[in-house]
């Protein structure tokens, strides 16, 4: 089993910064594409950004340039840098990483809260 630690989320004024990052352990897998995902209470879960093995990107319309998501692909690990953070960026990120592992494998963190306050 691919296992996913996220860290990095707290509380933060509007307008500030937080980076978010993501670990993936286990064995004997490669990783395909990994993002982030984000739910606020009462809302479903959405997209935020995601990116390739090979560095493309794609982002949620309403996010692009305020944040940016990388990966380090010899740590297995994906990071979102996340500036001029609104109160409406409030929300639980999940991680989210897809590849293979003895078959297709999608796995998911367990969540890190960011808040944001006015």
């Known amino acids: 089993q691919v296992q996913l630690v996220e860290s990095g989320g707290g509380l933060v004024q509007a307008g500030g910064s937080l980076r978010l990052s993501c670990v993936a352990s286990g064995s004997a897998f490669s990783i395909n594409a990994m993002g982030w995902y984000r739910q606020a209470p009462g809302k479903q879960r959405e997209l935020v950004a995601a990116?390739?093995?090979?560095?493309?990107?794609n982002y949620a319309d309403s996010l692009k340039g305020r944040f940016t998501i990388s990966r380090d692909n010899a740590k297995n690990t994906v990071y979102l840098q996340m500036n001029s953070l609104k109160p409406e960026d409030t929300a639980v990120y999940y991680c989210?990483?897809?590849?293979?592992?003895?078959?297709?494998?999608?796995?998911w963190g367990q969540g890190t809260q960011v808040t944001v306050s006015s």
């Open positions: 989210n990483v897809n590849g293979y592992r003895w078959g297709p494998f999608d796995s």
């Open positions: 990116i390739t093995k090979g560095g493309a990107t």
